[in-house]
């Protein structure tokens, strides 16, 4: 998928970014993983995650193993285009300044 | 292209936090360098316990390898907590993993072969030492070159 600049500001927040970049890595992901990997309250994470879904970025899936619930996420096919072509924005505006060259760009 | 006026060194600072966080799922899929070495010991006993043709060793064996597998792929699944995205393997690093497999299956049946049709004694426990070896001192090579294979690929693609 390749992004075509496009700054979103939804994913830009801090706390999303980090969240939709594991998410941007993974297939599903428990929201164990999520909560202990950005570090966040689990009601702070079902807040951010819910924000993201009525965007149409994020699945959520609720499962059961054996009794015990089990949460996860997913980026969707929308929430995928959103963060490349945001990826691809902030890519172009250190590009522009020159201020780095990314690994991104030597490689592929 | 609507891009509000953010500083460069922010984008910049974004950007590295994608990165990490890709590194983090990339850190967190690999298997531990334990986990190799688990294997290549439990491999070698069995085996040995295989050829010793004593019952009571063939019993003690599978019974140290079944108990050591489970041990290890339970102790992988408990820290594996997310699965890393197939696209950022590729080809490149399925092909790598099927190649590390197939050598060093071929090289422990070739090798076993061989040193049963020359009368050498113990050649399968012989021939799995090499197999061993390279799972040994391979598997971790083999997560290093994943992991650098994975972090080079673009930050938001390919899908």
Redesign the interface.
């Known amino acids: 998928?390749?992004?075509?600049?496009?700054?979103d500001?939804l994913i830009?927040a801090?706390t999303r970014?980090?969240l939709v970049?594991?998410l941007?890595?993974?297939?599903?992901?428990?929201f164990?993983?999520l909560r202990d990997?950005i570090g966040l309250s689990d009601s702070a994470l079902s807040k951010q995650l819910t924000t993201l879904e009525e965007a149409g970025y994020v699945d959520i899936r609720k499962s059961f193993v054996g009794k015990r619930p089990r949460t996860s996420a997913r980026l969707t096919p929308v929430g995928?285009q959103a963060?490349?072509d945001?990826?691809?924005?902030?890519?172009?505006?250190?590009a522009?300044?020159g201020?780095?060259v990314?690994?991104?760009q030597l490689?592929? | 292209?609507?891009?509000?006026n953010?500083p460069?060194?922010d984008?910049?600072l974004?950007?590295a936090?994608?990165?990490?966080?890709?590194a983090?799922?990339?850190d967190?899929n690999l298997v531990p360098d334990w986990f190799w070495y688990g294997i290549a010991v439990l491999m070698m006993l069995f085996v040995a316990a295989m050829e010793s043709e004593i019952g009571w060793l063939i019993a003690v064996g599978t019974i140290v390898y079944a108990l050591g597998l489970a041990t290890l792929i339970l102790a992988l699944v408990r820290r594996a907590?997310?699965?890393?995205?197939?696209e950022?393997i590729g080809v490149r690093g399925a092909l790598a993993i099927a190649g590390f497999t197939v050598t060093l299956v071929a090289i422990g049946v070739a090798l076993g072969f061989t040193l049963d049709a020359l009368g050498v004694p113990l050649p399968a426990t012989l021939g799995c030492l090499p197999v061993a070896i390279g799972l040994a001192v391979g598997g971790p090579r083999l997560m290093s070159h994943l992991r650098r294979l994975m972090l080079?690929?673009?930050?938001?693609?390919?899908?």
């Open positions: 998928m390749t992004g075509t600049p496009r700054f500001e830009h801090p970014l980090s970049s594991l941007a890595a993974t297939e599903w992901a428990e164990k993983f990997s995928q963060f490349a945001h990826v691809a924005a902030l890519q172009e505006i250190v522009r300044a201020l780095a990314l690994p991104d490689t592929h | 292209m609507t891009t509000p953010i460069p060194v984008a910049e974004a950007l936090e994608v990165r990490a966080r890709r983090q799922v990339v967190t907590r997310v699965q890393v995205r197939q950022l080079s690929r673009p930050v938001a693609g390919p899908r």
